[in-house]
């Protein structure tokens, strides 16, 4: 393939050669400072390569002073000819790898993009004025430019990419495999706890309860030791002072039977007034009892009525006191009730107000739920109401005690209002039959004479008051007789030892007691607060709940969006709305984890890429300023070497190499940390070397085979190599050596055209060749 | 960059890695160097959909 290069008219600072010429092997031989290097980088540049990538003052002179260059090709096959312009003024003021910015291309005419010429022709150039270790350093330097151009590809993907995997994550973010169950057992747990709890502070309740009934009962016998003397007493007097009016009252019962007897009136009427007599009697002591029942019901109630016995409108007042206190019986014993309940509504409450929040979540919030008597609640409402009554609980052991005392109380009242409204009626009518049976004994004793009457009246007066005395007497003795009996009941031994017995009591020490009580006390307060904690924890283990299923519902939504479409037309792996929660929770945090784990291994490779950017350069320059490798701290660097050392010793083992400088020896290893090479000889002895101890001659072979290999990497459809600069190395005896070495290794695989150009040495002795270096400041041989 | 080149680059980093693996004493978690590179080549592809390839990786995470 002939190449020719052409700039307008004018003086040019830099020189550059007018062509090279077509043939498979070429020796070109020209004067110094004529173009020849130059002329075949700006060929590297123009197949895509950047050969001043370590130049950067090169660069810069030859934007500013080569100016615009066309270069030809001959015919590439039956695709025609290639041609360029290039701009140098417009490139960038760095070496970067070649684009578009180079100029333009045409093929056969049509114009090309720039970036696929290297896939038309690639252009190496292989200089022969490198050691062997800056020849091996540029092996590794030419990996480190492809690898940078790979880590930009890799960075440009990697942002794009990772915009996707970040929408995957961010949509499903929070959703974790397993959390669903394990907050459902959670509450699961705290609600068992829970009801643990209440079942062990209803029997410390109890226990509570219990001693208290035991401090009553001592209190008792403590008050029937103190008080019991007291009403014996009382007693013995009152029955004395009975027995002495009930003689008085017989006395003067003979007395009005003498002085009756006295008046002489018919038996019929000393019957009479008789019969009258102790009906008065019978009826006043009747009276007298009916008047302490209505004070002892009074006195029984804890809530006393404003009732007069004599107000004939009592019993009406009596009545309405009574439903009152139905009523209020009603409403505590409903309370009673509910509080029992407690346990049992909250739960359902809970149930209920789960089922609530859902709905409220899933935006229903406004739909009428219930009909409550012509009033629509929405499931909003409901679930107000429902957390509205819980805050409201729990109600404390001293309110349930004080609740329990106020029915007690009521039960009491409405029992002794019963028998009050009864004494009532029967106080009524004792009055009525006393005032009867008065007035008939008044009827008769306005028969008698004068005197009589008189003496009658004064001794029935004296005598009225014995009775209403006797009647008194009876009502004081029959409370006293029942204050003992109840203070004997009450203080029963039998009881208390039966009530100790049952709390685990061996001692009826008031001391004991006392403690075991506050012990109780205190331990119902614990349970209270330990309830409460509890509450909290399964309220907060619900909130939690509802908040992951709400979590999973947002990310299954976030999932089927139209942002998101992409992925799951691609992947079928949304949750479908149906499926269960805890379903769409497993599909969920695979998905989760997985772009989690990916986004992860994006940042892997592009650290990966860097790392070897990093290795490369660092190895790079330490195989070409002599350093010896060895650095272990950067990554990768051990791993390099070792392949590179693999790598170099296979270059070096083609056969011609072996034969010319190894010995025709074996088993040849590079070590690059040594920077040297050992062989094999065949007489078995090993021999090392180090490889700036090769002769020029002999580096040059060595170096061209390393180099020649840089070629394999193109794919392009026609490659050329230019040896440059090999004069000063390959001495004269040794060229056709060269030759045939490239011939045998080289032209058939590696390249199809091989250009070697060299320094002139001698003026050719033929007339082809003199008018050839006079026109152009150099001669060519085509040798194949 | 031509096939060749980044066949050349792939290959050195999947050696590079798998000796770097086999050399460490612990398993780190990652991906295998296989994996590796087959990931760093389907990223610098020019003819991946980032979609395509975003939503199969991921799918294949899951499947594994």
């Known amino acids: 393939m002939r190449f020719t290069f052409s700039r307008p008219q004018g003086s040019h600072e830099l020189p550059l050669v007018e062509e090279y010429p077509d043939g498979r092997l070429v020796r070109v031989q020209g004067y110094n400072g004529i173009g020849k290097s130059l002329a075949i980088r700006l060929l590297q540049l123009a197949t895509g390569q950047q050969p001043y990538v370590t130049m950067s003052n090169a660069w810069g002179t030859l934007r500013s002073s080569l100016g615009h260059v066309m270069i030809e090709t001959s015919p590439l096959g039956d695709r025609g000819h290639l041609t360029w312009r290039l701009e140098p003024a417009q490139w960038p003021e760095h070496p970067v790898p070649v684009d578009e910015w180079l100029g333009s291309a045409e093929l056969d005419g049509r114009p090309l993009p720039i970036s696929e010429v290297p896939k038309l022709l690639r252009v190496f150039r292989i200089a022969g004025d490198e050691t062997l270790s800056e020849s091996l350093g540029q092996r590794v330097r030419r990996d480190l430019e492809l690898t940078r151009q790979v880590g930009d590809k890799v960075e440009a993907a990697g942002t794009i990419w990772d915009l996707r995997v970040r929408q995957v994550e961010e949509a499903t973010s929070g959703v974790r495999r397993g959390k669903l169950e394990a907050l459902h057992s959670e509450v699961r747990e705290a609600s068992e706890q829970l009801d643990e709890a209440r079942g062990q502070h209803h029997q410390l309740r109890e226990r509570l309860e219990g001693l208290n009934d035991a401090l009553d009962l001592l209190d008792a016998q403590r008050e029937m030791t103190t008080r019991l003397p007291a009403i014996q007493s009382q007693l013995l007097s009152l029955r004395q002072r009975r027995s002495k009016a009930e003689q008085e009252l017989r006395r003067l019962d003979d007395k009005a039977g003498q002085i009756l007897g006295d008046e002489r009136r018919s038996r019929q009427q000393a019957k009479q007034f008789e019969d009258d007599e102790r009906l008065l009697r019978l009826r006043r002591d009747r009276l007298q009892r009916r008047i302490w029942e209505v004070n002892r019901a009074l006195t029984a109630m804890t809530s006393v009525p404003d009732i007069d016995r004599d107000d004939p409108e009592a019993r009406e007042k009596l009545a309405a006191h009574i439903a009152d206190l139905r009523q209020e019986l009603a409403v505590a014993e409903r309370e009673r009730l509910s509080i029992d309940r407690q346990g049992v509504v909250r739960e359902l409450a809970s149930d209920v107000d789960d089922s609530l929040q859902r709905g409220i979540e899933d935006g229903l919030g406004d739909e009428a739920i219930a009909d409550l008597r012509g009033e629509r609640i929405s499931i909003e409402d409901l679930s107000d109401g429902i957390e509205a009554l819980d805050s409201q609980r729990p109600i404390t052991t001293e309110q349930v005690e004080l609740l329990r005392q106020r029915i007690g109380d009521l039960e009491n009242d409405l029992d002794e209002a019963t028998r009050l409204d009864d004494a009532i009626r029967l106080y009524q009518k004792a009055v009525e039959d006393v005032d009867a049976t008065e007035e008939s004994l008044q009827t008769l004793l306005e028969r008698l004479t004068d005197p009589a009457a008189q003496s009658y009246r004064e001794l029935q007066d004296s005598r009225s008051a014995l009775v209403d005395e006797l009647a008194l007497n009876a009502i004081e003795t029959g409370e006293l007789e029942r204050e003992q009996d109840a203070l004997l009941a009450a203080a029963d031994p039998g009881a208390i030892a039966e009530q100790l017995e049952g709390l685990g009591l061996d001692s009826n020490d008031e001391e004991s007691i006392q403690e075991a009580h506050a012990a109780a006390k205190s331990d119902l307060d614990e349970s209270e607060g330990f309830i409460s904690e509890l509450a909290n924890r399964e309220g907060e283990a619900k909130a939690e709940l509802r908040a992951e299923e709400a979590a999973i519902r947002s990310a299954a939504e976030a999932l089927r969006s139209e942002d998101l479409s992409w992925f799951v037309a691609r992947t079928k792996l949304d949750p479908k709305q149906d499926d269960p929660l805890d379903a769409q929770e497993t599909r969920l945090a695979a998905i989760s984890t997985a772009a989690e784990a990916f986004a992860k291994h994006l940042l892997t490779v592009s650290n990966d890429v860097q790392a070897m950017e990093n290795a490369l350069g660092w190895l790079a320059r330490s195989i070409e300023e002599g350093t010896r490798p060895g650095h272990e701290a950067l990554r990768l660097v051990p791993s390099l070497i070792r392949r590179y050392e693999r790598e170099f010793a296979e270059y070096l083992s083609a056969p011609e190499v072996i034969g010319a400088l190894f010995d025709g020896g074996s088993d040849l290893q590079v070590d690059l940390s040594k920077l040297t090479t050992t062989w094999v000889t065949p007489q078995g002895e090993r021999r090392t070397r180090p490889i700036e101890a090769f002769s020029s001659g002999e580096k040059a072979f060595a170096y061209t085979r390393v180099q020649l290999e840089q070629v394999a990497e193109g794919d392009a459809e026609k490659k050329v190599v230019f040896l440059d600069e090999f004069g000063a190395y390959v001495a004269r005896d040794r060229f056709e050596e060269l030759e045939t070495f490239i011939r045998k290794r080289a032209l058939p695989d590696l390249a199809d055209q091989v250009v070697i150009v060299l320094p002139l040495t001698q003026e050719p002795s033929d007339v082809e060749h003199r008018q050839q270096l006079e026109e152009n400041g150099l001669f060519w041989e085509i040798l194949t | ?64």
């Open chain 2, 1 to 64: 960059m031509t096939d060749n080149a980044v066949d050349r680059v792939v290959n050195l980093l999947h050696e590079a890695l798998a000796d770097e693996a086999a050399q460490a004493d612990e398993q780190t978690g990652q991906l295998d160097p296989a994996d590796r590179v087959q990931l760093l080549k389907s990223m610098i592809s020019e003819d991946a959909e980032p979609e395509d390839a975003v939503a199969s990786w991921i799918a294949r995470a899951i499947h594994v």
